[in-house]
């Protein structure tokens, strides 16, 4: 896929592009002027550009035409996943990214292994992540991956919007018991390594949120959020 870069810098016609995307473009792509690029605003709109000057530190680009990103999904999906150990969040954030997801949430419940520690300092790396993996696999918008929070507020949260689903390994309902109720939004709630307590399970119940089976083996931490993504944007029509 050819680069693309994402600005909000767009106004009147023109688009500006600074940073690290305009060093690139300028000094690594050694772009022309009069050459046509890819920018994304964000927020699902793909623009036609063409490069018309150079600055010190940005790149000037006139805006040919625009057009809603291909490659977001018609389905508006958040995962919720439980705090792993080491670095199997990022893991998480950049395939989940790749997958289609708009916003992944880190929640700590009782069988969290891993402590939180410096998560400000780590938020910040992780939507670095979930930026390069929306540029790397052609997104119209960048994923947000939000602060941790604790489960009640992140259960609360899903109950709120429509089509929750919490999976837990000793469910029986098969996830297509809820797929075909799926209108333009989602939640996915995933446990970290230990899983979820019972009475985390019928908390999740009491609140209106089903929970699922993804199958009778049991998967890793970092492979359910992917595995049931997959479900999600194949059952929906996003995958084809």
């Known amino acids: 896929m050819p680069h693309r870069y994402f600005t909000t810098d767009i106004s009147g016609g023109t688009a500006v592009l600074s940073g690290a995307d ?12 009069g050459e046509t690029v890819t920018l994304c605003d964000g927020k699902g709109t793909d623009y036609a550009c063409a490069v018309r000057s150079f600055g010190p530190d940005t790149v000037e680009l006139e805006i040919l035409s625009s057009v809603s990103s291909v490659s977001e999904p ?21 395939k989940a990214v790749e997958l289609g997801a708009v916003r992944i949430v880190p929640f700590f419940s009782r069988y969290c292994v891993a402590a939180p520690k410096k998560e400000e300092q780590k938020n910040l790396r992780y939507n670095r992540i979930a930026f390069e993996a929306a540029k790397q696999s052609g997104r119209g918008r960048i994923p947000q991956v939000r602060e941790m929070m604790d489960l009640r507020p992140a259960l609360e949260e899903m109950a709120a919007r429509p089509g929750a ?40 119940l009491s609140m209106g949120i089903p929970s699922l089976t993804l199958g009778p083996r049991i998967l890793r931490c970092e492979t359910a959020p992917m595995a049931a993504l997959s479900v999600l944007m194949y059952h929906t029509g996003n995958m084809n």
């Open 22 to 33: 305009a060093h690139h473009l300028a000094h690594v792509m050694r772009a022309r002027p």
């Open 74 to 94: 018609g389905v508006r999906v958040t995962l919720y996943v439980g705090y792993p150990k080491q670095d199997r969040l990022e893991t998480i954030v950049q």
């Open 165 to 204: 689903m919490l999976f837990y390994e000793r469910s029986t309902a098969p996830m297509r018991e809820v797929l075909d109720r799926i209108e333009g939004e989602a939640s996915l709630l995933i446990g970290a390594e230990g899983g979820f307590d019972e009475s985390e399970v019928e908390l999740a």
